[in-house]
C-alpha cells in the first residue's frame, strides 16, 4: 500500500530520535546557540550542525547484536500505549510516551522510554512493532548527552546529541544532519519545519 511505502521510507529518512523527558522547561546547558533556530542566518546554522557532526561521530559503533534487541521486537505493552495515547495520557508511574506525526496528521510512530532503565529508548509502529532503539551515553536525564540509534536490524540508523531534553540535534548513520528538534518541531538546516511530536 503507498501510504505504508510513504510512512516506511519517513521513519528511515527521520530516523525520529530524541522524544522524552520529565521536566517542565528546557535548559541550554552546554554546547551551542540557544534557539531560535529559525533566526540564526545559514552560516551560523551550519557552523552548529558541523560542529556537532564533528563531536558524534569520533568513536561510532556501526552495529549491535541483533540479539540485544529481541526481547524488545513487540511492544509488551502495546494495547495498552495504545489505549493511553488515545486519550493523550503520556505518562504513568513506569513509563513516558511520545507520539510522532507526519504534516501534523500522519501518526506514524511512537517512543516509550521506561523510567527505570535510564539507557534506553523504543521507538514502535502503530502495530506494535520495533522501529528503532537508542543506547544512550549517560542516563537520559543528565544533559547534554548523545543517543546512538539502531534499527530493528541492529544497525545504526543516527546519532543525537541532546543539549536538552526539548533540544537535540539529528544526524543519519553517515553524518548528514537531519534536523534539529525543539520542544514540538523538527527543524531542517533552513530552518523548515518538517517534522511534530507531542511530548509529555
Same mark, same amino acid.
Given at each position: ?53 564533528? =563531536? @558524534?561521530?569520533?568513536?561510532? *559503533?556501526?552495529?549491535? !547484536?541483533? %540479539?540485544?534487541? &529481541? ?12 489505549? =493511553? @495515547?488515545?486519550?493523550?495520557? *503520556?505518562?504513568?508511574? !513506569?513509563? %513516558?510516551?511520545? &507520539? ?51 534499527n530493528k536490524s541492529g544497525k545504526l540508523a543516527g546519532i543525537s ?22 520542544y514540538s518541531k523538527l527543524y531542517d538546516k533552513k530552518a ?9
Amino acid at each position: 500500500m503507498k501510504i505504508n511505502r510513504i510512512v516506511k521510507r519517513l521513519i528511515c529518512i527521520f530516523t525520529l530520535l530524541l522524544l522524552i523527558s520529565g521536566s517542565a522547561q528546557a535548559k541550554t546547558l552546554e554546547g551551542g546557540v540557544d534557539l531560535n533556530w529559525p533566526l540564526l542566518n545559514q552560516e551560523e546554522r551550519e557552523k552548529t550542525i558541523n560542529y556537532y557532526k564533528d =563531536l @558524534l561521530f569520533k568513536d561510532v *559503533k556501526y552495529k549491535i !547484536d541483533k %540479539e540485544t534487541l &529481541k526481547p524488545f521486537k513487540k511492544d509488551a505493552k502495546l494495547l495498552e500505549n495504545r489505549a =493511553l @495515547l488515545k486519550n493523550n495520557i *503520556k505518562k504513568t508511574d !513506569d513509563r %513516558e510516551l511520545a &507520539k510522532f506525526y507526519f504534516f501534523n496528521k500522519v501518526f506514524i510512530i511512537y517512543g516509550v522510554k521506561y523510567l527505570e532503565d535510564k539507557f534506553h529508548l523504543y521507538y514502535y509502529n502503530v502495530a506494535g512493532g520495533l522501529e528503532y532503539f537508542d543506547i544512550l551515553d549517560k542516563p537520559h536525564d543528565e544533559y547534554p548527552h548523545i543517543s546512538y540509534q539502531y534499527n530493528k536490524s541492529g544497525k545504526l540508523a543516527g546519532i543525537s546529541y541532546y543539549i536538552s531534553e526539548y533540544d537535540q540535534y539529528i544526524f543519519d548513520d553517515k553524518g548528514k544532519f537531519r534536523g534539529r528538534w525543539y520542544y514540538s518541531k523538527l527543524y531542517d538546516k533552513k530552518a523548515k519545519v518538517i517534522l511534530t511530536r507531542e511530548l509529555p
